[in-house]
């Protein structure tokens, strides 16, 4: 393998650890208030996930687990709830919800400084404009990602797999500010292969295994993968080809440890950043 993996596990390790000492300079511990609704068993593997994360970062942790059958007024009244909380400095509702309720009402009922995974429509305006109070988690992960290996997108042509306001978008814009040229692919777009292979850096967010073969990637370029699938034997696994295109790229994420960890760092670096800023407002 000839690529350089760009381990995302190690560098969140890192930054929990930094994070760790911010939380503890602060005036009050900083809290996460962590919304899961219903049982579906993925979101409660993130969920668990999320509080060792807080439990590492010193970030108080408060777990609210509703029934399936909890009904749209109740849970807006819970995030309600956390709104007025002084002692709460982010909001994250775990999705998908269970069929019936209203994601998008949701997320808008979460006060903008409270919305640390950036899903406020405020929030995804202030990025747009390029004055973001806090950055998506999984691009802002990429993008430091690719920060501590030395790799600029300035000037590079990049290239995003996925138009999902969660990751593709966002990550077309995080990589526009640092003065890249990005071309956005989707289900869409006519030969995607060779839209793949014009590019510097190669940004994968679709969800299907297998998509991106060694034909479609050009040699040298980056490559991450920030899908997370199943193969037929239930491991975790990305779009990209991993063993073919290692041996073509001169850099690629694994599946796991690459983006996954970053997603949830910078999660913990948004709440304990919305802490700071609420903090010093009490001040």
């Given at each position: 393998?000839?690529?350089?993996?760009?381990?995302?596990?190690?560098?969140?390790?890192?930054?929990?650890?930094?994070?760790?000492?911010?939380?503890?300079?602060?005036?009050?511990?900083?809290?996460?208030?962590?919304?899961?609704?219903?049982?579906?068993?993925?979101?409660?593997v993130?969920?668990?996930?999320?509080?060792?994360?807080?439990?590492?970062?010193?970030v108080?942790?408060?777990?609210?687990?509703?029934?399936?059958?909890?009904?749209?007024?109740?849970?807006?009244?819970?995030?309600?709830?956390?709104?007025?909380?002084?002692?709460?400095d982010?909001?994250?509702?775990?999705?998908?919800?269970?069929?019936?309720?209203?994601?998008?009402?949701?997320?808008?009922?979460?006060?903008?400084?409270?919305?640390?995974?950036?899903?406020?429509?405020?929030?995804?305006?202030?990025?747009?404009?390029?004055?973001?109070?806090f950055l998506?988690?999984?691009?802002?992960?990429?993008?430091?990602?690719?920060?501590?290996?030395?790799?600029?997108?300035?000037?590079k042509?990049?290239?995003?797999?996925?138009?999902?306001?969660?990751?593709?978008?966002?990550?077309?814009?995080?990589?526009l500010?640092?003065?890249?040229?990005?071309?956005?692919?989707?289900?869409?777009?006519?030969?995607?292969?060779?839209?793949?292979?014009?590019?510097?850096i190669?940004?994968?967010?679709?969800?299907?295994?297998?998509?991106?073969?060694?034909?479609?990637?050009?040699?040298?370029?980056?490559?991450?993968?920030?899908?997370?699938?199943?193969?037929?034997?239930?491991?975790?696994c990305?779009?990209?080809?991993?063993?073919?295109?290692?041996e073509?790229?001169?850099?690629?994420?694994?599946?796991?440890?690459?983006?996954?960890?970053?997603?949830?760092?910078?999660?913990m670096?948004?709440?304990?950043?919305?802490?700071?800023?609420?903090?010093?407002?009490?001040?």
């Amino acid at each position: 393998m000839s690529a350089v993996l760009l381990d995302g596990k190690a560098l969140s390790a890192r930054m929990r650890e930094r994070l760790g000492q911010e939380a503890a300079a602060l005036p009050r511990q900083p809290g996460l208030a962590v919304i899961l609704v219903g049982d579906d068993p993925a979101s409660a593997v993130y969920v668990r996930n999320k509080e060792k994360d807080c439990a590492q970062c010193g970030v108080r942790c408060l777990n609210h687990h509703l029934p399936a059958e909890t009904t749209q007024q109740e849970l807006l009244a819970l995030v309600e709830d956390m709104n007025r909380r002084e002692d709460v400095d982010g909001i994250l509702v775990q999705l998908p919800l269970p069929e019936g309720l209203d994601s998008r009402a949701v997320l808008e009922a979460i006060r903008p400084e409270k919305d640390v995974d950036a899903f406020h429509p405020e929030n995804v305006g202030r990025l747009m404009l390029g004055l973001p109070r806090f950055l998506p988690c999984t691009p802002a992960g990429v993008m430091a990602l690719l920060r501590a290996y030395g790799i600029s997108p300035a000037g590079k042509h990049c290239v995003v797999i996925g138009r999902s306001n969660i990751v593709g978008k966002p990550m077309a814009l995080l990589l526009l500010a640092e003065d890249a040229t990005v071309t956005v692919c989707h289900s869409r777009t006519p030969d995607l292969a060779e839209q793949c292979r014009r590019a510097d850096i190669l940004i994968s967010a679709v969800g299907r295994r297998g998509l991106i073969t060694s034909d479609m990637v050009k040699p040298g370029a980056v490559v991450v993968d920030v899908a997370m699938n199943r193969n037929e034997e239930g491991k975790l696994c990305g779009d990209v080809d991993f063993a073919a295109v290692a041996e073509k790229a001169a850099y690629i994420t694994p599946v796991p440890g690459g983006v996954g960890p970053m997603t949830r760092a910078m999660l913990m670096e948004n709440t304990i950043s919305a802490s700071r800023r609420r903090q010093h407002k009490e001040d």
